[in-house]
């Protein structure tokens, strides 16, 4: 099934690079962003960013979570979280869901936009799945967030592990 969404990816989903490992290259959440602005799910897109850092990850997953619930598409931190981790299946699973969905959505109704159309923008009505609930869905969101935050380790502390592990490394090997 890889094989299958791999290829739906890279021909259909019309991303800027090719995707070569589901796992891998869509660990920073950029590129699920990109493949929901493909199919006309997600304006905000340019607010997104393509590293791999904590607090960008995080803002880019933060970005993902209100369009992935509109979709009904199952999202919480820790499937975000599982994705940023590399563990397998999980990416995979989440694009195998959209497909469906957007598949779904290109056969029950007729294309709708009111953005500027761009070349390999799929015209998908941009339709919420269910009716909005702005403070159920705020608060929603805080949850969301809080919950990644606490759930990924803080960029100083991965900076600070990177530092000290040429001298742990040295240190072992003294002890040797």
């Not at 021909?11 to 869509?26: C, I, K, N, Q, S």
């Not at 598949?103 to 923008?121: F, W």
Request: proline content about 6%; hydrophobic content about 35%.
């Amino acid at each position: 099934m890889a094989e299958l969404l791999l290829k739906w990816v890279n021909e259909e989903g019309r991303l800027g690079r090719a995707v070569t490992d589901l796992e891998h290259d869509f660990k920073n959440g950029y590129l699920l962003g990109e493949l929901l602005y493909q199919y006309n799910q997600l304006p905000n897109f340019p607010r997104m960013q393509d590293k791999h850092s904590p607090d960008v990850e995080i803002s880019n997953y933060c970005i993902l979570e209100p369009v992935m619930r509109s979709l009904g598409i199952p999202f919480d931190a820790k499937t975000a979280q599982r994705i940023m981790d590399g563990k397998a299946g999980v990416a995979s699973g989440v694009i195998y869901q959209l497909k469906v969905k957007f598949e779904t959505m290109q056969r029950g109704c007729a294309p709708v936009s009111l953005r500027k159309m761009q070349e390999g923008v799929v015209p998908l009505p941009m339709m919420r799945e269910r009716h909005a609930k702005p403070s159920y869905d705020a608060a929603s969101h805080r949850v969301f967030e809080g919950r990644i935050r606490r759930l990924v380790p803080k960029a100083n502390e991965l900076l600070e592990t990177r530092c000290l592990s040429r001298f742990s490394a040295e240190g072992q090997r003294q002890h040797e």
